[in-house]
């Protein structure tokens, strides 16, 4: 026998004069395979068609449909409610600019995270389109892959204690990504120059180290060992900055 599940939804449209932040309560018979993003497709179809919230891969790829699940952010399309209680309470991510009820617009954020870190290939070689690709040690192009993995959902950001106390705080994402140059050998930075960027309360130093960021990131990665590796090559650079003067 299906269970009912009560979802109780936050609502809220920015750009409607009248509407006033609130939750509602919606009842829905469960499915077997069904998943948060089914769910609320049906809702949309079924009871209100006014609903917002994002979805687009549901493959757990694009990291649209991420919001708070009971509390903990996580993907709408990874999270079955079978491991729910019958009592959903879905929130949207905190940090981002809130769209409408469950939307927030993480694009903005990211495009300002890429800039922040200068998320391309630092080097000094002029490009030739003839020229045969560079060739990569497979260890080397395996680190590269693991720290590519990221789809920018900003659960990692929505969970971070630092983030949610500090606007100027880059977050787990970014600092991800910078480890991802600091690994590949094509990027001509050097740590002097990683340390421009990250090496202050805006970047490692204003991690806390609770690793929240890790706890929910939907793809696993190994988000506590890239802060450590950075915050103790942070830490030695400025030590030679220290000595340097």
């Known amino acids: 026998m299906s269970r009912k599940l009560e979802f109780d939804i936050f609502r809220y449209n920015p750009q409607e004069k009248s509407s006033v932040p609130h939750m509602q309560t919606f009842v829905l018979d469960e499915t077997e395979n069904m998943t948060l993003f089914i769910a609320l497709n049906r ?13 687009c891969c549901r493959a757990g790829i ?11 952010p996580g993907l709408a399309c990874q999270t079955k409610t079978i491991d729910l209680p019958t009592r959903i309470t879905l929130l949207p991510l905190p940090v981002f600019k809130l769209i409408g009820d469950l939307s927030v617009d993480t694009g903005v954020w990211f495009r ?10 630092h080097t000094h070689k002029v490009f030739e389109d003839s020229a045969i690709e560079e060739r990569m040690e497979n260890d080397v192009a395996e680190q590269i892959y693991e720290l590519e993995r990221c789809i920018e959902c900003g659960c990692c950001v929505s969970a971070c204690g ?3 106390l500090r606007d100027d705080f880059i977050g787990a994402a970014a600092l991800n990504r910078i480890a991802r140059f600091v690994v590949d050998p094509r990027d001509q930075r050097t740590d002097r120059d990683y340390f421009e960027i990250i090496g202050n309360d805006e970047g490692i130093f204003g991690c806390m180290g609770l690793l ?9 990665l190994p988000l506590q060992n890239q802060l450590g590796f950075l915050r103790r090559k942070m830490g030695i650079t400025a030590i030679k900055e220290i000595f340097r003067k």
Request: proline share 4%.
């Open 62 to 72: 694009c990291g649209a449909c991420a919001m708070v699940v009971n509390g903990r």
């Open 162 to 164: 630092t983030a949610r």
């Open 43 to 55: 809702l949309r179809e079924e009871q209100d068609p006014g609903l917002i919230f994002d979805f």
């Open 112 to 121: 300002d995270m890429y800039q922040t870190t200068e998320s391309w290939v």
């Open 212 to 220: 929240g960021c890790e706890d929910v990131c939907p793809k696993n």
